[in-house]
């Protein structure tokens, strides 16, 4: 093979990490403006009611402050009645910032302190009074289960469908089977907390046009939502986020800060950036507190029977869902399935996708249960997981495009040494404390969505690639590179890919693990139409070499078109001929719907996990973790190794750390900081592998690529839950497992 051929599927190092680490990335809060303003956010202490009275005439004769927007004073917007603001609005009317004087949740925007600096502004939002008349609230899901409901259905439903319907009789199954297993599982909200806070930048141009600097996953998306909110049209506005500081999912939506910093820009027809602090940063979509309770059967070592419930939590004024339940039969051939999934409305603001949204939450409550089965049957889980496998999807009857679980089973069980398992809860310790190894798989839906590219080259032979989509952390500006370079024959140092600008072409908000496919079709499409330019460019301008030549024939590599046996033309020569020296090609990734629709299409993973556990303080350590992957095609072994690192290392986070700590007498978050929202740092961290088998998979897109940014995260949190569990013989199914949890000898509390 060419060299050029061999990017993709090679560790490529970031194009964008010289620009992280020597600190010349930019991000939103960073970019300057002559005679900015700064906004400063005042956020309600309360959780339900009305703001009765707000003193803003102190506060505006401090030196510096220019004006004080609220409810009482904003300016007339567009969306009055508009319900899909963005994106990734669920069914219902989404939160309007400084729309009335209701108050919906803690820490709702109420007003926006404008001011010629920073501290300025701070400063006056810290003595701005205002009064509030308090009304009764809820925000603990397990004190209203009672509340609970079915959600709406909307344009979200498609890529969130609720549970399929009952198959069989669930209930006579279970009482008829060998063993059975379950409980209630439940875990609170948790924020997503990226690095990069909140922010937007927003540059009043003098024809009234805005070019903003966002912190988010979707410029155009973004954009979209400036265009609706405010009534403006596309062409007037220009989202930019070339750096994203880390999402995972809290930028899908458009965030309150850019509403304000907007409302403000337009307002005083100035540029003004609004940036959230970390406090601020628990005051909008979380990962929704969920209740689920879970009861398998098996006979035989076979599953006859799985019931799987969850109540999830949402606003008031939206229905987010989450697919929570919808998995265990996905991967459990059952002929009696009884699933149902609920929400319950609290004065909460909607709760946000956060990696894995539903599946991570789900699959916990799966994977420990059928641990638990396989426990009570005697049979090693591996084996117990191998005896229930199909590469039929049940709860569909379609065949996975591809599905090498089975090989992740295997490679990551070698990997770990799990034939050394004594499978005997409490048998094994180490140093005085309790060993346990625990197991769990994984799956998480591979999509694919629409977009475009565009790829330019130019006669000075370089190859530029653009799409609107986002690089939250991922890779993404990495492998488009690989990939472009790849498809078009030439070296990557003569490629350039440019992202992060609503100007370039549609690419919708980066999440769901769909962008690798989504965004890289639309690269592969656009590269294709260029090659299929260039030839038909050098047919006319080199007739002489390709004259009798078909496009079937011709090569690109090594930046030149060739003929076999001839030494061909340099691309660049080819683009020489044209009048303006360049050659541009514009396309629309394809969907292969027809063969998608016989398809389920998902990325598997197998996980391993050893902890220690102290019985006489309760805590736990996770020594060391092996993840096997299975997602089709990986594109940067690399890039793709760190999303499952970070997956994984959110799995501990999740399994045993985080957990945002709401005073429901206030409903109030009560550690919303980085301090006391207990994330892990690199002492509880050891030894984690990643294996990605092979898996090839011609169905699921062009390229075989299913995407990594979710499955790392799923199996894990199980995973440690399960090695507890064989540490201890204790099975704790609440999250996050701490320290009190593990100690605890009683069943946990009902409710
Ligand atoms: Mo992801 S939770 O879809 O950013």
């Known amino acids: 093979m060419p060299r050029s051929d061999s990017y993709i599927g090679s560790p490529h190092s970031r194009v964008d990490g010289p620009a992280k680490v020597t600190g ?16 400063y956010i005042v956020n309600s202490p309360i959780t339900r009611g009305r703001i009765t009275a707000i003193h803003s005439g102190e506060v505006l004769k401090i030196p510096g402050v220019i004006k004080i927007l609220t409810h009482e004073n904003r300016q007339n917007t567009a969306w009055m009645n508009l319900k899909y603001a963005d994106m990734d609005a669920p069914p219902g009317v989404p939160f309007k910032p400084l729309h009335d004087a209701t108050i919906r949740f803690n820490g709702q925007p109420v007003a926006l302190v404008i001011a010629e600096s920073f501290e300025v502004a701070r400063y006056a939002a810290s003595v701005l009074r205002i009064d509030y008349a308090e009304e009764s609230h809820a925000t603990d899901v397990r004190t209203r289960l009672d509340e609970a409901r079915k959600p709406k259905k909307g344009l979200a439903t498609f890529l969130k469908p609720p549970p399929p319907k009952p198959k069989g009789k669930v209930e006579q199954a279970l009482a008829g089977a060998d063993v059975t297993a379950g409980g209630r599982f439940y875990h609170g909200i948790e924020h997503h907390n990226p690095m990069e806070l909140f922010a937007s930048t927003v540059i009043y141009e003098e024809d009234g046009k805005l070019t903003i600097f966002d912190k988010t996953q979707g410029t155009i998306n973004s954009q979209l939502y400036v265009k609706n909110v405010f ?28 509403f304000l910093a907007v409302l403000a820009a337009l307002d005083l027809q100035r540029s003004v950036r609004v940036t959230m602090n970390r406090h601020q940063m628990f005051t909008f979509g979380h990962r929704p507190a969920t209740v689920q309770h879970t009861n398998f059967g098996a006979t035989g070592g076979k599953v006859v029977a799985l019931q799987h419930d969850a109540i999830g939590e949402t606003s008031r004024f939206e229905d987010y869902t989450e697919i929570v339940v919808n998995w265990a039969n996905m991967v459990y051939p059952s002929p009696h399935v009884k699933l149902g999934y609920q929400l319950v409305p609290l004065d909460v603001p909607t709760p946000t996708d956060m990696r894995a949204p539903g599946g991570v939450t789900g699959q916990h409550a799966i994977e420990c249960t059928i641990d638990e089965l396989a426990h009570k049957a005697g049979v090693d889980p591996i084996e117990f997981r191998l005896k229930n496998y199909s590469l039929i999807n049940d709860a569909d009857g379609k065949p996975y495009s591809s599905k090498e679980l089975a090989e992740c089973f295997l490679q990551g069980a070698a990997q770990f040494g799990w034939k050394d398992r004594n499978p005997l809860p409490r048998s094994m310790t180490r140093n005085g404390k309790q060993v346990g190894w625990g197991m769990a798989s994984g799956i998480w839906e591979a999509m694919q969505v629409i977009a475009r590219a565009e790829a330019v080259l130019t006669a000075d032979g370089k190859l530029t690639v653009r799409s609107a989509v986002t690089d939250i952390g991922t890779g993404t500006w990495t492998i488009m590179t690989q990939l472009a370079a790849d498809c078009m024959g030439m070296n990557i140092e003569d490629v350039t890919f440019e992202l992060g ?49 078909e496009f079937g024939e011709v090569n690109f590599s090594e930046g030149r078109l060739t003929v076999p046996g001839q030494e061909g033309v340099a691309l660049k020569d080819i683009v020489a001929t044209t009048k303006r020296g360049q050659l541009v090609s514009r396309n629309t990734g394809s969907l292969p719907l027809l063969k998608l629709r016989k398809v389920t299409r998902a990325a598997h993973s197998a996980a391993f996990v050893e902890v220690e556990v102290d019985e006489d303080f309760g805590h736990v350590k996770v020594t060391r973790a092996v993840t096997a992957v299975a997602a089709g095609k990986i594109m940067n072994p690399k890039t793709a190794r760190s999303q499952i690192l970070g997956g994984m290392v959110w799995g501990i986070s999740k399994a045993l750390r985080e957990e945002t700590i709401i005073d429901h007498r206030y409903g109030r978050v009560m550690n919303a900081n980085l301090a ?29 690529v299913k995407g990594v940014g979710e499955i790392g995260i799923v199996g894990l949190v199980p995973a440690i839950a399960n090695a507890i569990f064989h540490a201890t013989g204790r099975r704790v199914r609440d999250l996050p497992i701490t320290l009190d949890k593990v100690m605890r000898q009683e069943e946990p509390r009902k409710n």
């Open 501 to 549: 600008d609503s100007r370039l072409p549609f690419a919708p908000i980066q999440g769901g693990s769909f962008t690798s496919s989504t965004v890289g079709v639309a690269v592969k499409a656009a590269c294709d139409g260029l090659k299929k330019k260039l030839f038909k460019r050098a047919v006319t301008s080199f007739p002489e070499r390709f004259g009798s030549t």
């Open 24 to 39: 010349r990335a930019k991000y939103a809060a960073e970019y300057h403006h002559p005679g900015l303003l700064q906004g």
């Open 231 to 258: 009534g403006k049209s596309f062409k007037d506005v220009r989202v930019l986020a070339p750096y994203v500081g880390g999402a995972f999912g809290s930028g899908l939506r458009p965030q309150y800060q850019l």
């Open 676 to 704: 006391e929202y207990h994330t892990p740092v690199h002492a509880d961290i050891h030894q984690l592998d990643v294996i990605f088998v092979e898996e090839r998979d011609e169905i699921v897109n062009e390229l075989g």
